[in-house]
């Protein structure tokens, strides 16, 4: 006769964990750490990434679209994914798109992206950014160890490991700024080595004052940003790293964008990455974009306008009634089911309870009255785009903790849930005279798309 199993106790939670969780989200923002401790569903979806990561680390390539409905979770779902690579030890960089930060342009867009990036450059030992610095230092200190076993200078030891890079898109000079960064550090040089570590950023503004400073002809600009990225990754894996991954969000910029020229531009970059990424002309490096279905699907303004980009990122005709497909580049995330929200519900009130049942403020039958509750006054949208109930739960915690005898059924059915109408600023762009300065008002989608007809007429 087999023992019944006996369910598992939740394991206590760091009080830095807790707090750090619930006050992101108390602010309706996606936590930078734990987010494993209120992670529900999506097993498959991280399942294909971690093949990726795994694909990186053997020196292979990948590229990832991660699609959804506003509320559906992807810069959440992008924030797992990264603290997985971290884990794999893989250098992540991430950042936003916005009008200011795009993947390809000529005046200085691109390279403010790139620069974005280099700030929130992240390892395991450096997860919150900031992270150059160490990763140069462990490629000097790791080509000192070895020239000192060689008998022979540390200079000669780099030269040697970077002479793979040469032939591409800066790579010469990428040397010599290496190079100029391990004199800096054994002569005690801080100022040389600050400068090394800015050309590496993108900080540099012009071709005379890096010259000046490093001796180098070139610097990062918006024509070279993607081959800067794919220099930076082979890179990484000489200082001893699996890979490296960028991460942007919020697509949505891009479909946004009033002027076609632009659009296009950056969608012929998307190309470039993606082909890259298929045809394993890249090293080490995978890309994960997060994006809405419009900036996916529209044939007007989305990547399906694009007639190369439609045809690779059509989805599998055989996935369909319930079958998926996670091996090609698009991954779609559906919306939370109430099922999944209860249990969101169940980690949340878990986290705040420091993992210890007993410190629980709310009984189990309250979870299901506080979801009805939440149905009763805005329907669906509790769970779909649940930003705004997340946020009422846990400020219904906080006052239950600060409240010791308030009456927990009372709450609930005061509680204040709006509908989060976030999702219409995805749908709202600006004319080609707004984005010059006119004082025209930005336009719906719809309404902007046939004003550029009028244009091409």
């Given at each position: 006769?087999?023992?019944?199993?006996?369910?598992?106790?939740?394991?206590?939670?760091?009080?830095?964990?807790?707090?750090?969780?619930?006050?992101?989200?108390?602010?309706?923002?996606?936590?930078?750490a734990g987010q494993h401790l209120v992670q529900v569903g999506r097993l498959a979806e991280v399942q294909a990434l971690v093949q990726d990561v795994d694909r990186l680390a053997d020196g292979g390539s990948?590229?990832?679209?991660?699609?959804?409905?506003?509320?559906?979770?992807?810069?959440?779902?992008?924030?797992?994914?990264?603290?997985?690579?971290?884990?794999?030890?893989?250098?992540?960089?991430?950042?936003?798109?916005?009008?200011?930060?795009?993947?390809?342009?000529?005046?200085?867009?691109?390279?403010?992206?790139?620069?974005?990036?280099?700030?929130?450059?992240?390892?395991?030992?450096?997860?919150?950014?900031?992270?150059?610095?160490?990763?140069?230092?462990?490629?000097?200190?790791?080509?000192?160890?070895?020239?000192?076993?060689?008998?022979?200078?540390?200079?000669?030891?780099?030269?040697?490991?970077?002479?793979?890079?040469?032939?591409?898109?800066?790579?010469?000079?990428?040397?010599?700024?290496?190079?100029?960064?391990?004199?800096?550090?054994?002569?005690?040089?801080?100022?040389?080595?600050?400068?090394?570590?800015?050309?590496?950023?993108?900080?540099?503004?012009?071709?005379?004052?890096?010259?000046?400073?490093?001796?180098?002809?070139?610097?990062?600009?918006?024509?070279?940003?993607?081959?800067?990225?794919?220099?930076?990754?082979?890179?990484?894996?000489?200082?001893?790293?699996?890979?490296?991954?960028?991460?942007?969000?919020?697509?949505?910029?891009?479909?946004?964008?009033?002027?076609?020229?632009?659009?296009?531009?950056?969608?012929?970059?998307?190309?470039?990455?993606?082909?890259?990424?298929?045809?394993?002309?890249?090293?080490?490096?995978?890309?994960?974009?997060?994006?809405?279905?419009?900036?996916?699907?529209?044939?007007?303004?989305?990547?399906?306008?694009?007639?190369?980009?439609?045809?690779?990122?059509?989805?599998?005709?055989?996935?369909?009634?319930?079958?998926?497909?996670?091996?090609?580049?698009?991954?779609?995330?559906?919306?939370?089911?109430?099922?999944?929200?209860?249990?969101?519900?169940?980690?949340?009130?878990?986290?705040?309870?420091?993992?210890?049942?007993?410190?629980?403020?709310?009984?189990?039958?309250?979870i299901p009255l506080f979801m009805e509750h939440c149905a009763k006054r805005i329907g669906n949208a509790y769970f779909r785009t649940p930003r705004t109930t997340i946020v009422a739960f846990i400020n219904?915690?906080?006052?239950?903790?600060?409240?010791?005898?308030?009456?927990?059924?009372?709450?609930?059915?005061?509680?204040?849930?709006?509908?989060?109408?976030?999702?219409?600023?995805?749908?709202?762009?600006?004319?080609?005279?707004?984005?010059?300065?006119?004082?025209?008002?930005?336009?719906?989608?719809?309404?902007?798309d046939d004003e550029l007809a009028s244009f091409k007429l």
């Amino acid at each position: 006769m087999t023992t019944p199993l006996t369910p598992t106790a939740p394991a206590p939670i760091r009080p830095r964990d807790r707090d750090a969780v619930l006050q992101s989200l108390r602010t309706g923002v996606v936590p930078r750490a734990g987010q494993h401790l209120v992670q529900v569903g999506r097993l498959a979806e991280v399942q294909a990434l971690v093949q990726d990561v795994d694909r990186l680390a053997d020196g292979g390539s990948s590229f990832r679209l991660v699609i959804g409905d506003y509320g559906a979770g992807k810069t959440f779902f992008l924030g797992l994914v990264r603290s997985i690579a971290l884990e794999k030890k893989l250098v992540v960089a991430h950042a936003d798109l916005n009008p200011d930060r795009r993947l390809q342009a000529t005046g200085g867009q691109a390279r403010s992206l790139y620069a974005e990036l280099m700030r929130n450059l992240s390892t395991r030992t450096k997860p919150d950014g900031s992270a150059m610095n160490g990763i140069v230092e462990k490629f000097v200190a790791t080509a000192k160890t070895e020239a000192q076993s060689r008998g022979v200078a540390a200079e000669v030891v780099i030269r040697e490991k970077l002479a793979q890079l040469t032939e591409m898109v800066n790579g010469f000079d990428f040397a010599e700024v290496i190079a100029a960064y391990c004199r800096g550090f054994d002569e005690g040089n801080d100022a040389l080595k600050n400068d090394a570590i800015r050309w590496l950023r993108g900080e540099f503004a012009t071709r005379t004052d890096a010259r000046a400073a490093l001796g180098v002809r070139t610097i990062v600009d918006d024509s070279n940003v993607y081959d800067q990225l794919k220099l930076f990754a082979r890179f990484v894996r000489l200082a001893g790293f699996a890979g490296f991954m960028v991460c942007l969000d919020e697509l949505v910029n891009l479909y946004k964008l009033a002027n076609l020229q632009a659009r296009n531009a950056n969608y012929e970059q998307i190309l470039r990455i993606l082909n890259d990424s298929l045809q394993g002309a890249s090293v080490g490096l995978g890309f994960v974009l997060g994006g809405t279905p419009e900036f996916l699907l529209d044939t007007r303004r989305g990547l399906f306008s694009y007639p190369a980009l439609q045809s690779r990122l059509s989805e599998n005709s055989f996935a369909r009634a319930g079958l998926v497909d996670y091996t090609g580049p698009v991954i779609r995330l559906a919306a939370l089911t109430p099922e999944d929200f209860y249990v969101l519900l169940q980690k949340i009130r878990n986290i705040y309870g420091y993992g210890d049942p007993g410190k629980y403020l709310l009984p189990d039958e309250a979870i299901p009255l506080f979801m009805e509750h939440c149905a009763k006054r805005i329907g669906n949208a509790y769970f779909r785009t649940p930003r705004t109930t997340i946020v009422a739960f846990i400020n219904l915690l906080a006052v239950l903790d600060q409240n010791p005898n308030a009456n927990w059924r009372e709450l609930i059915g005061a509680t204040e849930v709006q509908v989060d109408a976030g999702a219409q600023a995805d749908k709202v762009v600006e004319t080609e005279a707004a984005a010059t300065g006119s004082t025209t008002l930005p336009v719906s989608v719809d309404d902007a798309d046939d004003e550029l007809a009028s244009f091409k007429l």
